[in-house]
C-alpha cells in the first residue's frame, strides 16, 4: 500500500518536474530537486502548495543591525523573512549572512522600475567591492579570498537592481553579498540573463520582491551514498555553493501574487539554455535551504506558481 | 617583514599546536584548526585569547522559543549565545537547530553535582527517541533517517547531565538535540570518554557550562584545493558532520573560571587515545564552526585555557 503511493508519488514528480535542466548531474541531484513531498512520521507526503507553512520565524521579531530606514526595511521584507540567522539591513536590501560559511544565507530586494531606471547620477564603475566591517573578522570575507581563485565575486543582490542612489549601489559591492561564482558561462551569462529577467518583471508588476541565495545539494556518488561537497577558497575557507537560487514574487495593482523559482548550477552553462528551464517548484529550494520564503503568503493565496495556475 | 612575521607564526603554530590529535588525516585539515590566526584585510594576524571579541551577539535580546522555564535558561546562556539562529530551550538544555544540515549548530548545558547524581527517580532505559514536534516538518529530522544508515543518533547534550528529572532526561531524546555519529569506536567510547570528563569536571568546579556541536571541516584534496565534504542520510538528508566540538568552561567558588575546548574526528578512535589530546584553541572551532563561544567572558578573564595559564 505504502510502497503503491510513494510509486505514485515518483510518477507524479516524474511528470510535474521531469523538464527542468539542473545541471550535466541531473540525475544525481534529484532527491532534492525533484521530490515535491516531505517525510513526516516515516511516511512521504505529498507537499502540496497550500499546505499550510509554520509562521513562527515571520512572528517574532527579528533582531535586525539596521543601516536603511525602518521603513523601507518593512517594505522590502513585507512578506516575511526566510529565517533569522545574523540579518542585517543596507539602504535598499537586507541579508542574512552565513557565519560558517562566508556568504549569505539569503538576500532580500524589493525592485520597482524607479529602483532600475536609468540614472546618470549613479556610476557602477566607480564601485569596489569591499570587506563588510559589520561582519566579525573571524568570518569576514576578504578580496584576497577570492584573488586567483578562479571564481567571480558573484553579486547576490544585484548591482543593476539598486540605481536610485549612488549609496545603494554601492551597497551591494560589500563582500557581504557575495558568493563565489563560475564567472564565464555563468555569472556573466545564465545568471545574468536570470537578472535581467528579474528586472522584466518590474514591466508586468508593481512590485517585484526577490529573495536569492546559494544552495549545497548532496549528490549520489559511486558508492550509492549521497554526499554535499563544495570547494572552499582562500584563508578564510569562503564556501563555493553548489547551485544557486532566486524565489521572485511579482504584485500587480489589484493586489493578485504570482511566484516564481529558479535554481542554477554553479558551473558554464550553454548560451542557448532558457531561464524557464531552470524552474522548480519552490518548496523544493525551502527544504534544501532550510528557509521559508514568502511565508506571510498562504501559498493558496497565489495566482501563478512558475507560470501555472495554483 | 611580512613574511619574516608569516613565519614567525606558522613557527608559533607550530610548537603550540603540534601535540594535538585531529584524526587519521591531521594534516589536511590543519588550516582550520592549526592556525591560531586571523586574515584581516589580507594580513593574517595572530589571535591572542585576550583579542576582543565583538559582543552583538550576547547583546541581542535572542527570540528563544521557551519550554524551560527563564531562570534556568538565563543560567544556562549566563556567558552568552554562540549564534541566534532557530534557538529553542527545553528544560534543561538550549540548542540552535541548522534548518539546513536537520542537526543543532550548538546545543549548551550547565551542569552541577546535582545534575549529574545517581537518581533512583530516573530511568534512562524508558527513553525513545523521538521526532522534535518544534521543528517544522521541511527541516525535522526523523528515526527512519538514521535507520540502516549505519549512524548512532548522537547525543549532543548527553543524557547523563540530566539526572534531575525523568523530563529532563527525555527531552534529550529529541532528534532535534542528534547528530549522526560513528557508533563503534567513537560515540561509544571516545566521544562517551569526553563526556564522562566534562562529568568529571563537577568535581572540580561548581558550575561546568557546557557547549557542544558539529563541524564540517574543509580538506586539502589531490588538486591541491580545499573541500568540504559530507555524507548526508535519510530522505531528509540529515548530515554527518565531519567533526564534533565541546567548549567548557569550569567556575570554581570563587569565581575563578577556566576553558576547554576538544575537536574529535567523527571516525573510529583507537582506546587508548588520551581526551586531552583533542584539546584545540578555542578560537579556531569559533571560525571553523561560525560562532562564538562564552563571548560574555573575555578571554583575558579566563584563568586557563586548555590548562594553560592566560
Redesign the interface.
Known amino acids: 500500500m505504502l510502497r503503491k503511493r510513494l510509486l505514485y508519488l515518483a510518477q507524479l514528480s516524474a511528470v510535474g518536474f521531469g523538464g527542468y535542466y539542473i545541471g550535466q548531474n541531473k540525475e544525481k541531484y534529484c532527491?532534492?530537486l525533484y521530490g515535491n513531498s516531505?517525510?513526516?512520521?516515516?511516511k512521504?507526503i505529498l507537499n502540496k502548495p497550500g499546505l499550510p507553512?509554520?509562521g513562527?520565524v515571520s512572528a517574532?521579531?527579528?533582531?535586525v543591525?539596521t543601516n536603511g530606514s525602518k521603513d523601507r526595511i518593512s517594505q522590502i521584507m513585507k512578506y516575511g523573512f526566510p529565517?533569522?540567522?545574523?540579518v542585517r539591513s543596507y539602504d535598499d536590501f537586507v541579508l542574512s549572512y552565513?557565519?560558517?560559511?562566508r556568504v549569505p544565507h539569503w538576500v532580500f530586494e524589493h525592485i520597482t522600475k524607479d529602483h532600475i531606471a536609468k540614472n546618470d547620477a549613479v556610476d557602477r564603475s566607480k564601485c569596489e567591492f569591499h570587506?563588510d566591517e559589520s561582519i566579525?573578522?573571524?568570518?569576514?570575507s576578504?578580496?584576497?579570498?577570492y584573488k586567483r581563485s578562479g571564481f567571480d565575486r558573484g553579486h547576490m543582490a544585484a548591482a543593476g537592481n539598486h540605481r536610485l542612489h549612488q549609496k545603494h549601489v554601492d551597497q551591494t559591492f560589500f563582500l557581504s553579498n557575495m558568493a563565489p561564482q563560475v564567472g564565464e558561462g555563468f555569472n556573466r551569462s545564465a545568471w545574468n540573463r536570470l537578472e535581467k529577467h528579474v528586472r522584466k518583471l518590474t514591466k508586468v508588476y508593481d512590485n517585484v520582491y526577490c529573495c536569492t541565495g546559494p544552495l549545497?545539494l548532496?549528490r549520489r556518488e559511486s558508492d550509492g551514498?549521497?554526499?554535499?561537497?563544495?570547494?572552499?577558497?582562500?584563508?578564510?575557507?569562503v564556501?563555493v555553493p553548489t547551485h544557486f537560487y532566486k524565489i521572485v514574487v511579482g504584485e500587480s495593482s489589484d493586489g493578485t501574487l504570482d511566484m516564481e523559482a529558479y535554481v542554477m548550477p554553479n558551473q558554464k552553462i550553454p548560451d542557448e539554455t532558457p531561464v524557464s528551464s531552470f524552474m522548480v517548484p519552490p518548496?523544493t529550494v525551502?527544504?534544501?535551504?532550510?528557509?521559508?520564503f514568502f511565508d506571510k503568503i498562504h501559498r493558496s493565496k497565489l495566482n501563478r506558481i512558475n507560470g501555472k495556475k495554483v
Open positions: 532527491d532534492f516531505v517525510t513526516v512520521d516515516g512521504r507553512v509554520f513562527t517574532a521579531t527579528p533582531f543591525e529565517g533569522l540567522d545574523n552565513d557565519r560558517r560559511n570587506p566579525h573578522p573571524f568570518f569576514r576578504q578580496n584576497t579570498d549545497y548532496p551514498k549521497s554526499y554535499v561537497r563544495y570547494q572552499v577558497i582562500g584563508a578564510n575557507c564556501a518548496e525551502e527544504k534544501a535551504a532550510g528557509l521559508l
